[in-house]
Nanobody, 115 residues
């Protein structure tokens, strides 16, 4: 089992930055993939970014060049650094962890990009 707790959401103006944190209840080095998903109102949940235990990262086309997904294995934490935010980035952001055959989700944190 892995418990995931997200934090860092809030209201930010277009063009601004925000950093989300996902704290895991166990050593993330043993988790094959950790990622961030988001779900906007009326839309399906989509992958934003992911990182594997070997350090391979993957980004949705819509966030490439603006978002990064650094991880701190010592703190069992994965981050989502979001820069140059746009109104269309408004969504609930969920942390996700894949370990062996299991998938775990956090409860989500709301990001609102608005002037």
């Amino acid at each position: 089992q892995v418990q995931l707790v997200e934090s860092g959401g809030g209201l930010v103006q277009p063009g601004g930055s925000l950093r989300l944190s996902c704290a895991a209840s166990r050593n993330i080095f043993s988790i094959s993939t950790m990622g961030w998903y988001r779900q906007a109102p009326g839309k399906q949940r989509e992958l934003v970014a992911s990182t594997t235990s070997s350090g391979t990262t993957n980004y949705a086309d819509s966030v490439k060049g603006r978002f990064t997904i650094p991880r701190d294995n010592a703190k069992n934490t994965v981050y989502l650094q979001m820069n140059t935010l746009k109104p269309e980035d408004t969504a609930v952001y969920y942390c996700n962890a894949k370990a062996l055959a299991s998938t775990f989700w956090g409860k989500g944190t709301l990001v609102t990009v608005s002037s």
